[in-house]
């Protein structure tokens, strides 16, 4: 073995330290991608959360009545507080259902009982879309499937509900 140090000439020096500070530098540029991909992946998701809708179960009947409440939603660094509604009642069993109030054909806003021609029916004006009381599509209408049915938990008394749940066509 040889006890003599190997030098290292200027070429070499010069391209450890270009290829050490380009290393650095694209690092740094990295960093930042790689966070904005990772973050929202990492951070607690609000979207199963239950909010309260404001209504009591005593309040709730078996016909449907629209509630609406506000939601806190935050993107980036943007509060906002949409409105929700929902279309509530109770079933013959007396349980609480709670329906959205999207036509799941198009999209407009159904309402009860809205047309003179088909009462005890949600009916959607926009292309005369018709469903049962339980939000089920009546066939020979545009929509194809069913309204969807929020999510619930009732606390204390009090109707929480949470997303949408899509629901297959009939």
């Given at each position: 073995m040889s006890n003599k140090k190997q030098q290292?000439?200027?070429?070499?020096?010069?391209?450890?330290?270009?290829?050490?500070?380009?290393?650095?530098?694209?690092?740094?540029?990295l960093v930042s991608p790689l966070r904005m991909a990772i973050?929202?992946?990492?951070?607690?998701?609000?979207?199963?959360?239950?909010?309260?809708?404001?209504i009591s179960v005593d309040e709730i009947n078996?016909?449907?009545?629209r509630i609406d409440w506000t939601?806190?939603?935050?993107?980036?660094?943007?509060?906002?507080?949409?409105?929700r509604s929902a279309w509530v009642y109770k079933d013959e069993n007396g349980d609480v259902v709670a329906?959205?109030?999207?036509?799941?054909?198009?999209?407009?806003?159904?309402?009860?009982?809205g047309s003179d021609q088909h009462p005890d029916h949600f009916y959607c004006p926009c292309h005369n879309g018709l469903y049962?009381?339980?939000?089920?599509n009546v066939p020979g209408t545009p929509p194809l499937a069913p309204l969807p049915v929020?999510?619930?938990?009732?606390?204390?008394?009090?109707?929480?509900?949470?997303?949408?749940?899509?629901?297959?066509?009939?």
């Amino acid at each position: 073995m040889s006890n003599k140090k190997q030098q290292v000439s200027r070429r070499q020096f010069l391209n450890y330290t270009l290829t050490g500070v380009g290393g650095f530098m694209a690092a740094g540029l990295l960093v930042s991608p790689l966070r904005m991909a990772i973050d929202p992946v990492l951070k607690h998701s609000s979207s199963g959360d239950f909010v309260n809708v404001g209504i009591s179960v005593d309040e709730i009947n078996d016909t449907p009545q629209r509630i609406d409440w506000t939601v806190e939603q935050v993107d980036g660094w943007y509060k906002s507080e949409p409105s929700r509604s929902a279309w509530v009642y109770k079933d013959e069993n007396g349980d609480v259902v709670a329906l959205s109030p999207i036509c799941t054909h198009l999209g407009c806003v159904v309402s009860w009982e809205g047309s003179d021609q088909h009462p005890d029916h949600f009916y959607c004006p926009c292309h005369n879309g018709l469903y049962t009381k339980d939000g089920v599509n009546v066939p020979g209408t545009p929509p194809l499937a069913p309204l969807p049915v929020y999510e619930q938990e009732i606390r204390d008394g009090i109707l929480f509900l949470g997303n949408p749940i899509e629901r297959e066509g009939a």
